[in-house]
């Protein structure tokens, strides 16, 4: 009996020694958790500090209930895990490696928040301890907020399918499932390159883009991006405005058919166009840019106005829902996700209006600048005025030289040293092959 003991320790201690991200020893005892009932689904935790702009200490007995989807098993999610329930997702800061050996995905947690913080890590939310390290919690003290109970469920958790051209604020930080993509650089990159943490690009049939972000630390760093179509697991993470998915493991990346892509030619014609609905919005139900939900453009693209100066509104006289940029006010009207790529030679084009009621009243077009990707483009000079009869009448402006990108970003930018009088902006366009003469063309929209 002694030596079959000793032959049975030796083999534990070489499992141990050589396997140490495959293997994880089990609880001894099935956890049971004994503490208060969940009060706060994620959801209401996320609405409630939504506009937080630093950390905040929760001071309250706040209790979340979730399930573990990412860990930091192979390498690739580092001091952190994710948790979600039937509401929403967020992340935790753990000042702690291999953190997978006692928190599996799958694991159900209760997580008492008291004490600790809520703050924003490149515009989302995530739990942790301000002032410490990178704001992550100790490991004893996230021990002791997250109680884990009954064994990991791994067989019971199903990422949420996703579109690219469908992705929403609640999904941020869920485990989810998006079908049908190729790694644009397939068969030929790795993973990561040059030692550091590395963004890949994912298409769909439509072209559009997602980046799968992977860690030099991860074990499948220096594997090579699979060929073809497939489908993905992963986080879906958003930093800053830019959606990206993070693999838990390479067996998140699932049969990919090894197919060389198709050639794809520039698609002609309009690609973008935001008319703003066709709500009605007189005075009194004038929402913010940031508060709009009916924008023809769905995500990735984004629209933000940080200022809260513009407003969605429509008045009289059939101009229909568009942005009305005040006079004398700072206001930048910000548009991101905009994929052009494929496109060929891309043309932007708006419609603008000048509220010019009084006898003497005068503007320039060019009084509203344009930004793309941050480099300020050329409008032509167009005075407009009362005596012209301008008053109210929409002028269409064309840009040619777009830039290709899958995350180009448009800022329609109205300072209060240029804008003396009121502006309305309304029908943004994109289209493809439309470049012509480098100019920019202003004519009337009759």
């Not at 032959?7 to 208060?36: D, M, N």
């Not at 009060?39 to 937080?52: D, F, G, H, S, V």
């Not at 869920?174 to 993973?191: P, Q, T, W, Y």
């Not at 933000?304 to 100066?309: G, P, T, Y």
């Amino acid at each position: 009996m002694k030596q079959i003991g000793l032959l049975f320790f030796c083999l534990l201690s070489i499992l141990f020694t050589s396997c140490e991200r495959e293997y994880t020893p089990p609880p001894l005892t099935e956890p049971t958790y004994t503490g208060k009932f969940a009060n706060t689904t994620i959801k209401q935790l996320r609405e409630r500090y939504a506009k937080i702009t630093s950390p905040e200490l929760i001071a309250d007995e706040v209790i979340i209930r979730g399930v573990v989807t990412g860990n930091d098993e192979s390498g690739n999610i580092y001091k952190q895990i994710y948790l979600q329930d039937e509401t929403g997702a967020i992340n935790i800061g753990v000042d702690q490696n291999a953190i997978y050996g006692s928190y599996q995905v799958g694991q159900e947690v209760f997580v008492n928040l008291k004490d600790l913080y809520i703050l924003k890590y490149g515009d989302e939310l995530q739990i942790g301890l301000a002032k410490s390290q990178a704001n992550r919690i100790s490991w004893e003290v996230f021990k002791e907020k997250a109680q884990m109970n009954s064994w990991p469920k791994p067989q019971d958790l199903k990422p949420l399918p996703v579109t690219l051209d469908k992705l929403t604020d609640d999904m941020v930080h869920r485990l989810v499932e998006i079908k049908g993509v190729r790694f644009v650089n397939g068969g030929k990159n790795a993973f990561t390159t040059n030692d550091v943490t590395t963004n890949e690009e994912i298409k769909n049939k439509d072209g559009r883009i997602l980046i799968v972000r992977s860690s030099n630390f991860s074990d499948f760093a220096k594997d090579i991006l699979p060929q073809g179509e497939g489908s993905l697991y992963g986080i879906l993470g958003r930093f800053n405005g830019t959606w990206q998915l993070i693999l838990r493991t390479k067996r998140d990346v699932l049969a990919f058919d090894g197919k060389a892509p198709e050639v794809v030619q520039p698609s002609a014609g309009t690609f973008f166009k935001e008319t703003f609905g066709g709500g009605t919005y007189p005075s009194g139900n004038r929402p913010k840019i940031n508060d709009f939900k009916d924008f023809d453009m769905k995500a990735p693209v984004q629209y933000r106005e940080d200022a809260q100066v513009a407003d969605i509104r429509s008045i009289s006289g059939g101009y229909g829902a568009h942005i009305w940029l005040p006079a004398n006010r700072d206001a930048t009207v910000r548009i991101s996700g905009i994929n052009t790529k494929d496109k060929g030679a891309v043309t932007l084009s708006y419609e603008l209006t000048a509220n010019l009621f009084d006898a003497g009243a005068k503007a320039n077009l060019n009084q509203i600048q344009v930004k793309v990707n941050g480099v300020l483009m050329n409008v032509d000079s167009k005075e407009i005025s009362n005596a012209a009869g301008d008053n109210g009448k929409f002028y269409k402006i064309t840009i040619p030289g777009i830039p290709q990108g899958d995350n180009v970003v448009i800022e329609f930018v109205s300072s209060a040293a240029l804008n003396q009088v009121g502006f309305r902006l309304d029908n943004i366009q994109l289209e493809g092959t439309a470049g012509k003469g480098g100019e920019t063309i202003i004519v009337e929209k009759k």
